[in-house]
């Protein structure tokens, strides 16, 4: 659930930039059309079976205008996107924002709004789109996100559960 709310909160703080094309790639990416913007990331660190703290590290392409070649073509930048840099100062005080009102409904136990929102937002969902599992190809649509955090794609007339890093997105 922090997940989600961490990537409603980023993803609702781009949108007043980058209008619709902004989607979550389930997990944690962050995708505006087919090109990768960014990224989050999420330690937790437990004391027994209870969670001490998590250290969250965001990474946005922002006013980057070169890229490598290996990802030329594939990932893309705010300035890229809004042919204008981007006040740095700004958009981290709408992340932080954004990101807060995410977290506050995440301790109010508001977890079905925080899942439906973060799946509504998800990059293919409800879309025909081929998937790699075990180096078998195969098309499927994405219809859900279970309460653990595994991804629903229908394949096939059936429901798969996927946990992270079992399904590659193909382009």
């Known amino acids: ?8 909160g980023v993803r609702n703080a781009l949108l007043g930039l980058t209008g619709s094309g902004l989607k979550v790639k389930w997990p944690n990416d962050l995708y505006y ?8 990331l999420i ?3 437990l004391a ?6 998590s250290i ?21 930048s705010l300035h890229e996107i809004l042919q204008q840099d981007v006040n740095l100062i700004w958009l981290l005080a709408e992340i932080c924002r954004h990101i807060e009102q995410q977290y506050l409904k995440l301790k109010q136990g508001k977890y079905e709004s925080l899942t439906e929102d973060y799946v509504g937002g998800l990059y293919r969902f409800e879309e025909f789109a081929p998937y790699r599992q075990n180096g ?9 996100v279970t309460d653990s955090g595994m991804l629903v ?17 193909l382009t």
Do not use: C, D, W
């Open 1 to 8: 659930m922090l997940n989600m709310a961490i990537s409603i």
């Open 33 to 40: 059309g087919n090109q990768k913007l960014g990224g989050m």
């Open 43 to 45: 330690e937790n660190i």
């Open 48 to 53: 027994g079976s209870s969670y001490k703290a």
């Open 56 to 76: 969250i590290g965001i990474g946005i392409n922002v006013n980057q205008v070169l890229f490598s070649p290996e990802v030329l073509g594939r990932a893309t």
């Open 136 to 144: 078998e190809v195969f098309e499927g649509r994405i219809v859900k």
């Open 153 to 169: 794609i229908v394949t096939g007339g059936q429901e798969v559960e996927f946990n992270f890093k079992e399904v590659e997105f």
